[in-house]
């Protein structure tokens, strides 16, 4: 097998930040790739998941086009997240424009506090400090006009001279567990705000809030879909920092590849029995499999796991993946092949 480059590595952070997120509806996260040479404080902020609807819908297959300027980095994570989500099943979100007040009160709120030189990485603000708006992410939604549960995740990336920022953050955000929930929940609404630090090597911190207007149904897949899925291209193939650790106590390499998130509908008990990644050359990469009761954080539901290679995948390189799984017991096969980007 052949690691990932140190090309890949050296637009990415040292460390991360606050608690992980996910799922439906309420929670946070934050993510950083790792590498670098910078150090992202931990406030170990948590918040609990907010009640979610009850019944849930189909995945939305259409949705307005976002009003953010073309050539905004705002307009390129939308563009990436929802051409993923609408790709592999997930359904696309809309943009919200509470949510994206929301998300720019604390992107800016982030980004003032590295820029005076205390650097910030959580999701809570601290009353006094500039920019300061409101303390948690349901308070900065409320103040915005929005009325339904809400989530948050952040991503902070050290962008690489050839990278567009856009795909970037959103491959690092995707490259992780929680943070990959968070991502791909089921809530139709969402916001986005990029903030950009400037230091020898950029850094930019993208703040992503989602959330599903009361009485209305969370998007659900009816049957099992991947992340990763068959076609999906340009996969960040070093998994980033996140804190607090999903790998906590396992036993895990501290450096590993794209997690393959495996998600049935909800309320659906999953069960992964077997996995394989093989690369174009033969080479199979060793996995492991990653349940709900194995998750420290307390994030993840019996409809949820994860295949997580345990080495970086190497840039540039076509993997094929088989998953055998049950789900209410019942057994079934999902095969798929992926490809990892270049720096």
């Keep these: 097998m052949k690691a990932t480059t140190s090309a890949w590595l050296l637009g990415m952070a040292a460390a991360l930040t606050a608690c992980g997120g996910g799922g439906g509806g309420g929670g946070s996260s934050s993510a950083v790739p790792t590498g670098g040479s910078a150090t992202v404080p931990a406030d170990g902020s948590s918040t609990p998941n907010a009640p979610a609807p009850a019944v849930a819908a189909t995945p939305v297959t259409d949705v307005p086009a976002p009003t953010y300027a073309s050539a905004s980095v705002e307009a390129g994570v939308f563009r990436v997240l929802n051409d993923e ?43 006094g400090r500039g920019n300061f708006t409101a303390a948690t992410h349901e308070e900065r939604a409320s103040r915005a006009g929005y009325t339904g549960a809400v989530d948050k995740c952040l991503a902070f990336h050290f962008l690489a001279p050839s990278q567009d920022t856009g795909n970037a953050v959103v491959r690092t955000m995707l490259a992780s567990v929680y943070h990959q929930m968070c991502m791909l929940d ?158």
């Design 85 to 127: 989500r609408s790709r592999c099943g997930f359904g696309e979100v809309a943009q919200n424009p509470q949510l994206d007040t929301a998300a720019g009160w604390h992107s800016a709120y982030l980004q003032t506090q590295w820029l005076a030189g205390v650097p910030a990485s959580g999701h809570l603000q601290e009353s």
């Design 186 to 343: 089921g809530n139709r609404d969402a916001g986005a705000s990029v903030a950009r630090v400037p230091m020898a090597v950029p850094l930019d911190i993208l703040t992503w809030m989602t959330g599903t207007a009361p009485g209305v149904p969370l998007q659900d897949n009816s049957e099992v879909i991947t992340y990763p899925c068959e076609g999906t291209t340009g996969v960040q193939p070093v998994k980033p920092g996140e804190n607090p650790d999903p790998f906590n106590g396992l036993g895990l390499e501290p450096v590993l590849g794209h997690p393959i998130y495996v998600s049935a509908p909800a309320g659906q008990t999953l069960r992964l029995t077997a996995a394989t990644v093989i690369d174009v050359n033969g080479a199979s990469w060793p996995v492991a499999l990653y349940h709900a009761e194995q998750d420290p954080q307390q994030k993840l539901t019996a409809s949820q796991a994860f295949v997580v290679p345990r080495t970086p995948l190497a840039e540039g390189s076509r993997y094929s993946v088989q998953v055998q799984y049950t789900s209410n017991g019942v057994p079934f096969s999902r095969q798929f092949s992926f490809s990892t980007g270049r720096s």
